[in-house]
């Protein structure tokens, strides 16, 4: 209105309110965590990495995406074990010509290559049992 206003105002500081609460342990622990994250090896492989999410979550996990086609694999790998998934799965160039999908289970590093149509069977029984996945052929790449 091209007059000042007196005015008055104040904050909280409710982010650092929150970031203290978090250091000593006041707030609840949420847990969100996925089950399984598919990795994404290549951008040009992003489709069949996106078909392999839904899968398994049409088989019941949560699954969740990595965000980023360009990250290096290591860093992946990483973001998959602060955000406490117990396993993931990828497919590269040589998984797409043979119809498989590498599973790693991120505790013990174990890692396996299924068939396609066997990933769901085989994250569940890393998952629920930590043990071998249900009968079929698995192969441990070499």
Do not use: C, W
Not at 29 to 42: C, I, K, T, Y
């Amino acid at each position: 209105r091209g007059r000042p206003i007196p005015a008055g105002g104040f904050s909280r500081g409710l982010e650092r309110i929150l970031v203290v609460m978090e250091a000593r342990g006041m707030l609840p622990a949420l847990d969100v965590a996925s089950d399984v994250m598919v990795l994404q090896m290549d951008r040009k492989l992003l489709a069949r990495a996106t078909d392999l999410a839904d899968r398994l979550r049409r088989a019941g996990f949560r699954a969740e995406l990595y965000p980023e086609a360009s990250a290096k694999l290591g860093a992946q790998f990483q973001y998959a074990d602060s955000r406490r998934v117990k396993v993931v799965a990828f497919i590269g160039d040589r998984e797409v010509e043979a119809g498989t999908v590498a599973i790693k289970q991120l505790e013990s590093g174990k890692q396996d290559v299924v068939p396609l149509e066997q990933a769901a069977a085989h994250v569940r029984s890393l998952i629920h049992f930590g043990g071998p996945a249900a009968p079929g052929p698995v192969t441990n790449p070499a």
